[in-house]
């Protein structure tokens, strides 16, 4: 059986959406057992209408993956009532709510540390837990907003754009995980608890801490730039066309040898021999010449050809796949396993993500797909609290479950 660094872990997970179900995932992988607190009024699927949709199921499959779900109705007293009880027995409490609901359920590290003095609680809001900004309420898209992201994403000549998908969450989430681990050893250390609070928009503002610092020190506004870099070290730098219909190839280059290896990949024809392009600080001042000429050769060669061909040259070069792509045709995927089945609560296989590392001694493991809604309810609270049918009968009356 697969050794898992985090068992014996229990995690108590109030999160919702993207950023906190995805980091409890992380844990959930590596054998923490993470109950998820659910509500029938808004699914922790991605929250709100989209639960329901073919991509709100896809995401809950993927986020939810291995963990527990029970029912609990948080606007009564019976359901707060348990829901402290499941905090004494765990080691993490994770939420990643507006900065008014915990305590308002009277659920705040204050709180629940007073049942339990040595939890580790995430929380995981938009802005933090402090600051003017803290009461915000936001979603991936702002927090890419706010964070610089969406305005320094596009062409000089185009609007701001972000990308497709919140990667704000996935950042989150990554942080939170990472968080929680750095918790957990220094508990083992000290045995002393903590309350961790992830600022999103920080996790995300974090990536392009580099480009304020050269905004603050040259006082300069740093533009949109496409597809070349910022610092425009590398030429050519960018996504080309290539045959079929949509189908594009994207090349780095930043060395004279780079160049070179390049240029002789593509049986050097005489554009490439030009002075103009001799040296990286010439192809540089002549980058969008460059990018027309380079283009002329890939729009006449087949994307994956093309990417074999470069890169069987030490040229870095990779074919702008789809998600159909990633998942059917990728043959290094595959041979890594990234895409696991796992069978749902129906019985039914969904495809979702395993973790993008691989540990020799704990690699982790998901045995089984998302539970449906409520569905541990008996184990949680008969094997794990030990109430017994009368007291569930009591709470049920008392409107502890949603």
Same mark, same amino acid.
């Given at each position: #059986?697969?050794e898992?660094a985090?068992? !014996?872990?229990?995690v108590l997970?109030f999160? @919702?959406i993207?950023?906190?179900?995805?980091?409890?995932?992380?844990?959930?992988?590596?054998?923490a057992?993470v109950i998820?607190?659910?509500s029938?009024q808004?699914?922790s699927?991605?929250g709100g209408p989209?639960?329901?949709?073919?991509r709100?199921l896809g995401q809950?499959?993927n986020w939810?993956?291995?963990?527990?779900?029970?029912?609990?109705?948080?606007k009564?007293?019976?359901?707060?009532?348990?829901?402290?009880?499941?905090?004494?027995?765990?080691?993490?409490?994770a939420?990643?709510?507006?900065?008014?609901?915990m305590p308002?359920?009277?659920?705040?590290?204050?709180?629940?540390?007073?049942?339990?003095?040595?939890?580790i609680m995430?929380?995981?809001?938009?802005?933090?837990?402090?600051?003017?900004w803290k009461?915000r309420?936001?979603?991936?898209?702002?927090?890419?907003?706010?964070s610089?992201?969406?305005?320094?994403t596009?062409?000089? &000549?185009?609007?701001?754009?972000?990308p497709?998908?919140?990667?704000?969450?996935?950042?989150?989430?990554m942080?939170g995980?990472?968080?929680?681990?750095?918790?957990?050893?220094?508990?083992?250390q000290?045995?002393?608890?903590?309350?961790?609070?992830?600022?999103?928009?920080?996790?995300?503002?974090s990536?392009? !801490?580099?480009?304020?610092l050269?905004l603050?020190?040259?006082d300069?506004?740093?533009?949109?730039?496409?597809?070349?870099e910022?610092?425009g070290?590398?030429?050519?730098?960018?996504?080309?066309?290539?045959?079929?219909e949509?189908?594009?190839l994207?090349?780095?280059?930043?060395?004279?040898?780079? @160049?070179a290896?390049?240029?002789?990949?593509?049986e050097?024809?005489e @554009?490439?021999?030009?002075?103009r392009?001799a040296?990286?600080k010439s192809?540089?001042?002549?980058?969008?010449?460059l990018?027309?000429?380079?283009?002329s050769?890939?729009v006449?060669?087949?994307?994956?050809?093309?990417?074999?061909l470069?890169q069987s040259a030490?040229v870095?070069?990779?074919?702008?796949?789809?998600?159909k792509d #990633?998942? &059917?045709?990728?043959?290094?995927l595959?041979d890594?396993?990234i895409?696991q089945?796992v069978?749902?609560?129906?019985?039914v296989l969904?495809?979702?993500e395993?973790?993008?590392?691989?540990?020799?001694?704990?690699p982790?493991?998901v045995?089984?797909?998302?539970?449906e809604?409520?569905?541990d309810?008996?184990?949680?609270f008969?094997?794990?609290?030990?109430?017994d049918?009368?007291e569930?009968? &009591?709470?049920?009356?008392a409107?502890a479950?949603?």
């Amino acid at each position: #059986m697969t050794e898992l660094a985090l068992e !014996g872990i229990r995690v108590l997970d109030f999160t @919702w959406i993207h950023a906190g179900p995805s980091a409890t995932r992380i844990l959930a992988d590596q054998g923490a057992q993470v109950i998820k607190v659910e509500s029938n009024q808004a699914l922790s699927v991605v929250g709100g209408p989209a639960s329901n949709t073919a991509r709100g199921l896809g995401q809950r499959h993927n986020w939810n993956a291995g963990k527990s779900s029970i029912s609990l109705n948080m606007k009564t007293d019976a359901g707060k009532e348990l829901a402290r009880r499941l905090v004494a027995v765990s080691d993490v409490v994770a939420e990643n709510f507006s900065g008014r609901v915990m305590p308002s359920w009277g659920m705040d590290f204050e709180s629940i540390v007073k049942i339990r003095p040595d939890i580790i609680m995430l929380s995981m809001s938009g802005f933090g837990r402090t600051g003017p900004w803290k009461d915000r309420v936001s979603y991936g898209q702002t927090l890419q907003a706010w964070s610089g992201f969406t305005d320094l994403t596009g062409f000089p &000549e185009t609007d701001p754009s972000g990308p497709a998908s919140a990667y704000s969450d996935a950042v989150g989430g990554m942080t939170g995980a990472q968080a929680v681990l750095l918790a957990l050893i220094q508990r083992a250390q000290t045995g002393r608890g903590q309350w961790i609070d992830v600022s999103q928009m920080e996790a995300m503002s974090s990536l392009l !801490g580099p480009l304020a610092l050269e905004l603050s020190a040259n006082d300069a506004d740093v533009q949109r730039t496409g597809n070349r870099e910022h610092h425009g070290s590398g030429a050519p730098h960018g996504a080309y066309r290539c045959q079929g219909e949509d189908r594009w190839l994207v090349i780095t280059i930043f060395t004279d040898t780079e @160049w070179a290896a390049f240029s002789g990949a593509i049986e050097s024809p005489e @554009w490439a021999k030009d002075d103009r392009f001799a040296t990286a600080k010439s192809r540089l001042r002549y980058a969008d010449e460059l990018d027309r000429l380079v283009e002329s050769w890939t729009v006449e060669q087949d994307a994956d050809a093309a990417m074999h061909l470069l890169q069987s040259a030490g040229v870095a070069a990779g074919v702008v796949q789809t998600g159909k792509d #990633m998942a &059917e045709n990728d043959p290094h995927l595959r041979d890594r396993g990234i895409f696991q089945q796992v069978p749902d609560a129906g019985g039914v296989l969904r495809t979702i993500e395993r973790a993008p590392y691989k540990l020799t001694l704990t690699p982790g493991e998901v045995i089984r797909g998302a539970p449906e809604f409520g569905a541990d309810q008996d184990f949680v609270f008969r094997e794990i609290l030990g109430v017994d049918d009368e007291e569930l009968a &009591e709470m049920a009356i008392a409107g502890a479950f949603d």
